[in-house]
């Protein structure tokens, strides 16, 4: 903290992330503490009403990732985000739409590097200090190169490649999900000056040419202007609009895909001029 200080002197200093998350003032927090101590400050800071942008990797293992998104899903209202680097690059957002064109053909191979000339060990005239500051070199709290820097290359590669889902879902035939909302009741008629409108929708769902019904929560918040942002949330199972979980075709079957997915959507609105 006090090295931290010395290069930001009109920040506010906390001892700990109790303090900080303590202070009202305080409404949003980075965490970028080492990936095995994400889980206690991501919930702590949840739980006391922040906005969390947490670095990636971003949690040590799948108990600690579960118990994140769980409480990040809990938390509506709150923005949480994980620090995937690629998902923030405007470049990557354009070259994403014409890869999935279909333009280049049919994707066969992906290559990732990462060219970083640096060492993670570090050293400290205290013991003590020392095994905290490499924590990176300790298999049972770092995730090594692939888990703590490759994560950003696999992250990409699944998100420009993730073409099973697309073609098991129709997706060429069918480019539209269309909801047809039922019924509307708001959800939080307790909500502060500012805080998105909540509401809990009843509806039906058409996938790959089937509806099914379907229940979501809506909210609809205000943007800069006059624009309005909607957004919605839900989980569904591929098998309730006839389609059938595809088997990946690696890993000779280690690895199973669920019916379960997750659909989310956005749009913006705006009057006309």
């Given at each position: 903290?006090?090295?931290?200080?010395?290069?930001?002197?009109?920040?506010?200093?906390?001892?700990?992330?109790?303090?900080?998350?303590?202070?009202?003032?305080?409404?949003?927090?980075?965490?970028?503490t080492p990936?095995?101590?994400?889980?206690?400050?991501?919930?702590?800071?949840?739980?006391?009403?922040?906005?969390?942008?947490?670095?990636?990797?971003?949690?040590?293992?799948?108990?600690?990732?579960?118990?994140?998104?769980?409480?990040?899903?809990?938390?509506?209202?709150?923005?949480f985000q994980?620090?995937?680097?690629?998902?923030?690059?405007?470049?990557?957002?354009?070259?994403?739409?014409?890869?999935?064109?279909?333009?280049?053909?049919?994707?066969?191979?992906?290559?990732?590097?990462?060219?970083?000339?640096?060492?993670?060990?570090?050293?400290?005239?205290?013991?003590?200090?020392?095994?905290?500051?490499?924590?990176?070199?300790?298999?049972?709290?770092?995730?090594?190169?692939?888990?703590?820097?490759?994560?950003?290359?696999?992250?990409?590669?699944?998100?420009?490649?993730?073409?099973?889902?697309?073609?098991?879902?129709?997706?060429?035939?069918?480019k539209f999900?269309?909801?047809?909302?039922?019924?509307?009741?708001?959800?939080?008629?307790?909500?502060?000056?500012?805080?998105?409108?909540?509401?809990?929708?009843?509806?039906?769902?058409?996938?790959?040419?089937?509806?099914?019904?379907?229940?979501?929560?809506?909210?609809?918040?205000?943007?800069?202007?006059?624009?309005?942002?909607?957004?919605?949330?839900?989980?569904?199972?591929?098998?309730?609009?006839?389609?059938?979980?595809?088997?990946?075709?690696?890993?000779?079957?280690?690895?199973?895909?669920?019916?379960?997915?997750?659909?989310?959507?956005?749009?913006?609105?705006?009057?006309?001029?």
């Amino acid at each position: 903290m006090r090295r931290g200080l010395r290069g930001a002197p009109k920040a506010k200093g906390y001892p700990s992330h109790t303090e900080l998350l303590s202070d009202e003032n305080v409404q949003a927090v980075v965490v970028a503490t080492p990936t095995h101590q994400h889980r206690e400050v991501v919930l702590a800071a949840l739980e006391a009403g922040k906005h969390v942008y947490c670095e990636a990797p971003m949690a040590h293992d799948i108990d600690d990732a579960r118990a994140i998104a769980k409480a990040a899903e809990a938390a509506p209202k709150l923005n949480f985000q994980v620090g995937l680097q690629t998902r923030s690059d405007s470049q990557r957002h354009f070259l994403i739409d014409f890869v999935r064109t279909g333009a280049m053909g049919k994707n066969a191979l992906a290559r990732g590097q990462w060219h970083k000339k640096t060492s993670w060990r570090r050293v400290s005239p205290n013991a003590a200090r020392q095994r905290e500051l490499n924590w990176r070199l300790d298999r049972k709290l770092s995730l090594g190169l692939i888990g703590e820097i490759g994560v950003h290359q696999v992250d990409a590669l699944g998100w420009f490649m993730n073409e099973v889902m697309h073609g098991a879902m129709n997706a060429q035939k069918h480019k539209f999900a269309r909801y047809n909302l039922k019924e509307i009741k708001v959800a939080d008629k307790k909500r502060k000056a500012g805080d998105p409108i909540v509401f809990n929708t009843k509806g039906t769902l058409n996938i790959n040419g089937k509806s099914a019904p379907v229940s979501m929560q809506i909210s609809i918040a205000k943007r800069e202007g006059d624009k309005l942002k909607v957004s919605g949330k839900t989980k569904l199972r591929m098998s309730q609009f006839g389609i059938t979980p595809p088997a990946p075709k690696i890993a000779l079957g280690l690895i199973t895909t669920g019916d379960e997915v997750s659909v989310e959507f956005e749009w913006f609105v705006a009057p006309k001029k």
